[in-house]
């Protein structure tokens, strides 16, 4: 757990300090440009905190960016209990009196991923979202912030490389995603490292905790913060900050070839073209394409296949010769089908 001062600031004292911090100003600017939150307008935002470092300088953040002349949205401040840890009940009451010291509304959603089959910690982040999208709609919010940082989006690349997740994997997570109808979920610290929040709630004087999670090297995450991210760290100290703007990058260059291929093949939820509609395209375009819709289909078969297969499938599809229909036969019961007139994609069920 971070230590608090002996002597805590008054809340007035704390935002002025919070206000004054340079990681305040990146993040609203952040917030904006990124997160397409506009200072100024009279909206709330919902905030998940944990009572980690990470949550805490968020929860700081925002809360400071509200009560300036030219306002931010108000945060709720909630904590998620997944019933996973004894400790979590005194990290929920620690949540509870920032919220309180800061002025801000706060909520304890108790969820149950541990009662469900399935891997517990994919149950528990479904859970927490579904919890925090459910605060957002009682209460008439717009956005949920989530406090994701530099070193959380280093972590998704390398596992999107040691699990084959192409680079869409490369370009999670995102800045701003839709979580329900007209609820966002922003990340307003993608570009911060988690250095710079410990460093943070230390300035200010404010305690916060650690999860043991983190630290179990039986998980693939803190497999890796306990062994490879260290090492890389102390080799190239910046490497979480390149590695966020290459999955900025790679979030670009994913919705600009997504809105080409949306032109010419429609939402990827369409797995049937005419051949006369993919001639005269790039290879490559199509190649992307029947990727795309394929992920829709059957996304571990789809994850599967290597580009070759891929690249292999698209010249037939964008041959002028004539022939008989071929069919392209993948994993899983994925199936590429290639005839005179039509190029579709199958899902074969056993």
Known sequence: MGAAPSIPLTPKELLRAVSRDPLAARVADRMQARCGIIAGANDTIVVGCSGGPDSVALV?????????????????????????????????????????????????????????????AANARD???????????????????????????????????????GVRGMAAPRWRRTIGKRIALVRPLLDTTKVECVALCDRVGVAWVVDPGNRDSARARGFLRQTAI???????????????????????AVRAIDRLARRHFGPATVHAWPREVLRPLDQTLVAWALRRSA???????????????????ARAACSHKAGPPRVFRWSGGLRC????????LVLETQ
Request: proline share 4%; hydrophobic share 45%; charged share 30%.
């Open 230 to 252: 260290p090492s890389l760290v102390d080799r190239w100290p910046a490497i979480a900050r390149h590695a966020t703007r290459t999955a900025d990058e790679a979030a670009l």
């Open 295 to 313: 992920m829709r289909l059957d996304p571990a078969s789809a994850l599967a296949i290597g580009h070759a297969d891929w690249e292999r499938s």
């Open 127 to 165: 859970d927490r979202y579904a919890a925090l999208r459910d605060v957002a709609v009682r209460h008439g919010a717009r956005q949920v912030a989530v406090a994701h940082h530099a070193d959380d989006r280093f972590e998704t690349m390398l596992l999107a490389l040691a699990r084959g997740r």
């Open 60 to 120: 700081l953040i925002l809360a400071t960016l509200a009560r300036r002349r030219v306002a931010g949205p108000e945060p709720i401040v909630v904590a998620v209990h997944h019933g996973l840890r004894s400790a979590a009940d005194a990290e929920c009451e620690q949540v509870a009196r920032l919220a309180l010291r800061l002025g801000c509304r706060y909520e304890r959603v108790d969820v149950t991923p541990g009662a469900r089959r399935g891997n517990v």
């Open 337 to 344: 089908v290639i005839d005179v007139r039509e190029v579709r």
